[in-house]
């Protein structure tokens, strides 16, 4: 780097610096321009994107198909408001109910809002169907989620940072070991269960993938006790763990299938964001059933921007996208692929613990202490070798490529990773 790029790029970090609130420590590259697969810098530099804005980019950067629908929106009509109708809402409706199989969708617009929105349906159904006391309905969570920022949500976290000083926290969550069905059991038989609500995969805890069949007991654990199975699927959700949702289990059909029958853990309530839109634009949305969603009446709940024209054309292309680039299948293959490889490394060094994951979210754990900062050297050497990646916590390095990745660009990430951590043995 020329001490002319250099400045370039410090100038745009500088102005972060000092006008914007320091509520994140990203890596420093500053990004202008990104396609599929590859993301470059304000310098030209070229990189493989392996974020995916945490899984939201599974489509690829700027896809043609979804840049046209969000272009062609924009030009026609951007917001109504849900004061009014507008033409497309309903469409999209039709089109995610049937794409995902449930009754109802209630449109929303970030990952936190759709988990708020879960809360406060599976509450209120608490209430209304169950006959649990006013104010006493209970939500079991597990410890290490991540389910988003807001004052709630934070309530039931156990990251210290993204707790500490936010307080007086919501009550009303029951906190279990995650990967734990005797614990779930056990709390499901406390009074005023409304539900359970959890990740299939923990992707911000650093990938954590439960045995088999736990997403299976689990629900029929809620089954039995009358609790709603409620799953965070923003982040494992749209293909990115090689089924349509990571509870689909070993699954890798794009609809129902026979066998899906027997391996999926129908959620009653799915939340969905990121991906939703290819990364184009902010929506989310939750899904469930008339019985469940039905408890919502007009005034109860809303968003100014929630189904708004614009997000509706762009989720559909980005759903199309899933289907017609088979990126289920794709993450499912380049995923299996990719542990192989890694482990065959693995075998050979002392440098990373393991690989684990599922599809193509995936992590490795460094050999080192959880607070050193090697696995941020190994991010900074990987960025200087052409691939971003970012730690998750600790030593724990998440890769999560958009899903339209080759297998030629595959092997050429992975040369690049086994490269880079041969240079820390
Ligand atoms: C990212 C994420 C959220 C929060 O989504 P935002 O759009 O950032 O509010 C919630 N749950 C999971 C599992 C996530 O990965």
């Known amino acids: 780097m020329s001490v002319d790029t250099?400045?370039?790029?410090?100038?745009?970090?500088d102005l972060e610096d000092q006008h914007g609130a320091h509520n994140y420590h990203p890596l420093p590259v500053v990004l202008e321009r990104g396609k599929g697969v590859y993301v470059w810098d304000v310098d030209g530099k070229q990189y493989y994107d392996f974020l995916s804005a945490y899984s939201a980019v599974n489509q690829g950067h700027c896809h043609p198909a979804i840049v046209n629908a969000m272009n062609e929106q924009a030009q026609t009509l951007t917001l109504t408001s849900r004061a009014f109708h507008n033409d497309k809402l309903g469409w999209y409706e039709k089109y995610l109910t049937e794409y995902f199989q449930f009754d109802k969708v209630l449109p929303m617009n970030t990952g936190a809002e759709a988990v708020e929105t879960a809360i406060k349906i599976a509450r209120k159904w608490a209430y209304e169907k169950k006959g649990v006391a006013e104010h006493e309905a209970k939500i079991i969570v597990c410890e290490n989620n991540f389910h988003g920022r807001t004052t709630t949500i934070i309530s039931f976290s156990n990251d210290e940072g993204a707790r500490k000083n936010f307080g007086p926290y919501t009550p009303g969550f029951i906190k279990i070991p995650y990967n734990d069905t005797e614990a779930l059991e056990k709390a499901l038989q406390e009074e005023n269960v409304a539900g359970f609500l959890i990740e299939p995969i923990q992707g911000e805890a650093g990938v954590f993938t439960p045995h088999d069949d736990f997403m299976r007991?689990?629900?029929?654990?809620?089954?039995?006790?009358?609790?709603?199975?409620?799953?965070?699927?923003?982040?494992?959700?749209?293909?990115?763990?090689?089924?349509?949702?990571?509870?689909?289990?070993?699954?890798?059909?794009?609809?129902?299938?026979?066998?899906?029958?027997?391996?999926?853990?129908r959620p009653d309530i799915l939340i969905l964001?990121?991906?939703?839109?290819?990364?184009?634009?902010?929506?989310?949305?939750v899904l469930a059933d008339n019985e469940v969603m039905n408890v919502i009446q007009p005034g109860q709940h809303g968003s100014?921007?929630?189904g708004n024209p614009v997000a509706a054309a762009v989720a559909m292309a980005a759903l199309e996208v899933v289907k017609d680039e088979h990126l289920i299948q794709n993450a499912r293959v380049l995923g299996n692929y990719f542990r192989a490889e890694i482990n065959k490394y693995i075998e050979t060094t002392d440098t990373v613990v393991l690989v684990r994951g599922k599809g193509l979210l995936n992590a490795i754990v460094i050999n080192d202490t959880?607070?050193?900062?090697?696995?941020?050297?190994?991010?900074?050497?990987?960025?200087?070798?052409?691939l971003l990646a970012k730690?998750?916590?600790?030593?724990?390095?998440?890769?999560?490529?958009?899903?339209?990745?080759?297998?030629?660009?595959?092997?050429?990430?992975?040369?690049?990773?086994?490269?880079?951590l041969k240079e820390f043995e």
């Not at 964001?273 to 634009?281: C, E, V």
Request: some cysteine; overall charge neutral.
């Open 217 to 265: 007991s689990s629900r029929d654990l809620c089954k039995k006790y009358h609790a709603l199975f409620i799953a965070d699927e923003i982040q494992t959700g749209i293909a990115r763990t090689g089924g349509l949702l990571a509870v689909c289990g070993d699954c890798n059909c794009e609809a129902h299938c026979e066998r899906q029958e027997k391996t999926y853990a």
């Open 391 to 420: 730690p998750t916590h600790g030593n724990i390095i998440r890769f999560a490529p958009p899903l339209v990745m080759t297998k030629d660009q595959l092997d050429e990430c992975i040369s690049i990773i086994i490269k880079t």
């Open 6 to 13: 250099q400045s370039k790029a410090q100038h745009y970090i």
């Open 273 to 285: 964001g990121k991906a939703l839109s290819g990364g184009a634009y902010p929506v989310s949305a």
């Open 370 to 386: 959880e607070d050193s900062k090697t696995a941020w050297n190994i991010c900074l050497r990987l960025r200087d070798n052409g």
């Open 304 to 306: 100014t921007f929630g």
